[in-house]
């Protein structure tokens, strides 16, 4: 097979196994089966529905939902505790089988990944034969169902995927791109959570045609950096290629506030929470001697966002408050989103970590750093501990956790 070409034409697969967790356990204790069922924290505590299954999908319960909430809504609700162990040795085996087609994989997470098979030629080249393959082999060798997507482009694909869910496949030719997107709800769209979502359908944008009527400009104009993916997106533009060596770079927690915060000690408030779950999501990744950096990231009620960012090994609080006050103090304007998170690089050393600086004035201070707003994106990083899945008792609707990542194994 040859690389992938980076413009049009290709061929991609996003494969999403359906309701993870659930039929993992399902298929290991059939009785499961046919009843509502949930994987997370215990309803007595403060734990959160990491999944659950179709059925108990009708009850309106959801990821992220408290338990408890969960439990008032099905009292006949079956609740397990994830079992990471294995759904990382099935998550490794779906990989194995999606490798047979081509080496461009790359996982999102421990249930979804990309395939690029532009340049297989496997299934005499289709893409549509692959997909249904991998599905069915799935099936067989794994014993659960996944949902795949088939489109020219990452951005559609994911969308494909979710669209005949559960147990489906959905395929958008290149011809049919067009058609697709014009109406498609903005909601779909990678970075579109309900906060903007809210602010799009008060300027009468409820699809992609009515975001194809604006200019790119004007978009920038509304929407800040975001303005011109949004452009792009809502025209089924998407030139990311499938990256198998994408290494995790950052993880980070952050949320979009569904009523701003409007004072520096109201963010410091908040910030508490956020440091909890980074900090469990560190420990999760194994990755804390690994943390090169500490950002704080706002974006504030203009969209306008900034991040204060400080060379450190360690967590902090002391340091998170200065980079919070120094990133509050960029702008008047209350605050929609906040973030706080790490970067990564090699393995710190044990003098590295002694030479670190205490209280000195933070170094290494960079603005405003244009990314699509990850929290919004619900693909970002599913977290895996069902407790240290975004509480919405923590915040707001709008949470979310995010990490840049990859590898074989997304701990
Ligand atoms: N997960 C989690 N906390 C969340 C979201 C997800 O722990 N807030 C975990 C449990 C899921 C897995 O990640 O099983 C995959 O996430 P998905 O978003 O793909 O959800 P499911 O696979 O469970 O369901 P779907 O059929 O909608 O894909
Ligand atoms: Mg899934």
Not at 51 to 63: D, L, P, Q, V
Not at 296 to 312: P, Q, Y
Not at 322 to 346: D, F, N, Q
Request: proline content about 6%; glycine content about 6%.
């Amino acid at each position: 097979m040859s690389d992938s070409p980076s413009s049009a034409n290709r061929k991609i697969i996003h494969c999403d196994c359906d309701c993870f967790y659930a039929s993992i356990e399902m298929r290991d204790d059939p009785s499961l089966r046919g009843r509502p069922l949930a994987v997370g924290g215990r309803p007595e505590g403060r734990g959160v529905v990491a999944t659950c299954n179709y059925e108990a999908r009708h009850f309106g319960i959801h990821s992220a939902m408290p338990m408890a909430h969960a439990l008032r809504l099905c009292p006949e609700l079956l609740i397990l505790p994830p079992a990471m162990e294995k759904y990382r040795i099935a998550s490794n085996q779906i990989q194995a089988i999606m490798l047979e087609y081509s080496e461009l994989m790359e996982p999102l997470s421990l249930d979804e990944a990309y395939l690029d098979v532009t340049g297989s030629d496997r299934c005499q080249g289709s893409a549509t034969l692959i997909a249904r393959e991998i599905r069915a082999r799935v099936f067989e060798q794994v014993g659960i169902t996944v949902s795949a997507g088939v489109a020219p482009n990452k951005f559609l694909a994911k969308i494909a995927s979710d669209w005949n869910k559960p147990d489906g496949m959905f395929v958008v030719r290149p011809v049919d791109v067009a058609d697709f997107v014009s109406q498609l709800p903005v909601k779909k769209l990678h970075g579109v959570g309900k906060v903007t979502a809210a602010r799009m359908h008060s300027l009468g944008i409820e699809t992609c045609a009515d975001l194809q009527t604006w200019t790119p400009e004007a978009l920038t104009r509304v929407f800040g950096s975001f303005g011109d993916r949004l452009h792009q997106l809502s025209h089924g533009i998407d030139d990311r290629e499938v990256n198998p060596t994408r290494e995790r770079k950052s993880i980070s927690v952050e949320t979009t506030y569904v009523r701003d915060l409007r004072s520096l000690e109201a963010c410091r408030v908040e910030m508490g929470e956020l440091l909890a779950q980074l900090r469990k999501r560190i420990a999760r990744a194994q990755a804390g001697d690994t943390m090169h950096k500490l950002f704080v990231k706002l974006r504030f009620a203009d969209f306008s966002r900034t991040t204060a960012e400080c060379v450190a090994h360690t967590l902090a609080p002391a340091r998170v408050e200065r980079l919070l006050r120094e990133a509050h103090g960029r702008s008047s304007k209350s605050v929609r989103l906040m973030g706080v998170g790490i970067r990564l690089g090699p393995p710190v050393t044990q003098f590295e970590l002694f030479q670190e600086p205490g209280n000195e004035p933070v170094p290494d201070m960079v603005d405003d750093i244009a990314e699509v707003d990850d929290a919004e994106a619900r693909h970002a990083a599913p977290p895996e501990g069902a407790d240290d899945a975004p509480s919405n008792d923590a915040a707001t609707p709008g949470a979310a956790a995010s990490s840049d990542r990859s590898g074989a194994d997304p701990a």
